[in-house]
């Protein structure tokens, strides 16, 4: 099994910065991808940014430039540093691992921008 535990989210003011974070624990293997996805009120849950094990990262193009996806393969941790935050980046942001065609969840994590 796979256990996925974020860590980072709260409360922040419009332009600040916040840094989550994704430990993944369990049956890991070197081939997978981690990401961050979020879902805001009354909205489907939609991708963030994504990093391979190795290769190139993606990012939606409503957070390229503000927020930087990274990874520790040592300790099967992802961390999303989010700058320049905006009231529409509110949402539960949750981390995702995929890996043998299966994907698997943490329970998320509340970002909430506003003054």
Known sequence: ?????????????????????????????????????????????????R??????????????????ISRDNAKNTVYLQMDSLKPEDTAVYYCNLHQRFMDYWGKGTLVTVSS
């Open 1 to 49: 099994q796979v256990q996925l535990v974020e860590s980072g989210g709260g409360l922040v003011q419009p332009g600040g910065s916040l840094r989550l974070s994704c430990a993944a624990s369990g049956s890991i293997f070197s081939i997978n991808a981690m990401g961050w996805y979020r879902q805001a009120p009354g909205k489907g849950r939609e991708l963030v940014a």
């Open 51 to 68: 990093i391979p094990s190795s290769g190139s990262t993606n990012y939606a193009d409503s957070v390229k430039g503000r927020f930087t």
